[in-house]
Nanobody, 117 residues
Framework: QVQLVESGGGLVQPGGSLRLSCAAS????????MGWYRQAPGKQRELVAT???????MYGDSVKGRFTISRDNAKSTVYLQMDSLKPEDTAVYYC???????????WGQGTQVTVSS
């Protein structure tokens, strides 16, 4: 029933931009904290950005100033605008939905982002 579907990944040159989208279904989207995480081969999954149900935003240190997270409750979608991309940003990016009151935690299937010239 619950589904998170990411889109927008792909291959981009250093300095370029991508916009990721995550469309949610099967949840009351407006009450969930939403986030983006990423994982590169051989590395731990790391937090990229989160936006709470009250629109409080946090960014990981490595992306601060370059990435922007936003949500559209009417569309049940969270976005990640990625600018000034670096090769170090290459990873699989995962969408996360969390309802802390009920301890519910859902993940998307991931979308590949590759930054290379």
């Amino acid at each position: 029933q619950v589904q998170l579907v990411e889109s927008g990944g792909g291959l981009v040159q250093p300095g370029g931009s991508l916009r990721l989208s995550c469309a949610a279904s099967g949840i009351i989207f407006s009450i969930y904290h939403m986030g983006w995480y990423r994982q590169a081969p051989g590395k731990q999954r790391e937090l990229v950005a989160t936006v709470s149900s009250g629109d409080s935003i946090m960014y990981g240190d490595s992306v601060k100033g370059r990435f922007t997270i936003s949500r559209d409750n009417a569309k049940s979608t969270v976005y990640l605008q990625m600018d000034s991309l670096k090769p170090e940003d290459t990873a699989v990016y995962y969408c996360n939905a969390r309802w802390t009151t009920a301890r519910q935690d859902y993940w998307g299937q991931g979308t590949q982002v590759t930054v290379s010239s």
